[in-house]
């Protein structure tokens, strides 16, 4: 079973995280999913830290900071003090194991 971007971030934040939830929904009329502000698929609250991840493969990190850095609500995200992570996921073709790049756009 191949594992999606989200699922794998999951996995990770829950290691250290007390609290991780999904906030991107479903829009059944558009068809496609919604981020919460245009570009947060997972909040983790990590002690004093909340933490805001866009998850996705490690190809399209570079495209996801762009989105992010574009967004009309990053201003007010950063306001907030929150912490802004992209987690990008490859598999590693030799381990047959998933690979995480973080990157911190707060």
């Not at 493969?57 to 967004?71: D, F, G, L, Q, T």
């Not at 030799?94 to 911190?104: D, F, I």
């Amino acid at each position: 079973m191949k594992a999606s971007p989200t699922q794998l971030s999951l996995k990770e934040l829950r290691k250290t995280c007390a609290v991780v939830q999904v906030v991107e929904k479903w829009n059944v009329h558009a068809r496609i999913r919604q981020d919460l502000f245009g570009f947060i698929d997972i909040l983790a609250l990590c002690g004093p830290d909340t933490i805001a991840v866009q998850s996705t493969s490690w190809a399209n990190v570079s495209s996801r900071a762009r989105k992010i850095a574009e967004s009309e609500h990053l201003a007010a995200v950063r306001d907030a003090g929150w912490k802004i992570l992209i987690h990008g996921w490859r598999k590693n073709k030799k381990t047959n194991r998933y690979e995480l790049k973080v990157q911190n756009v707060s």
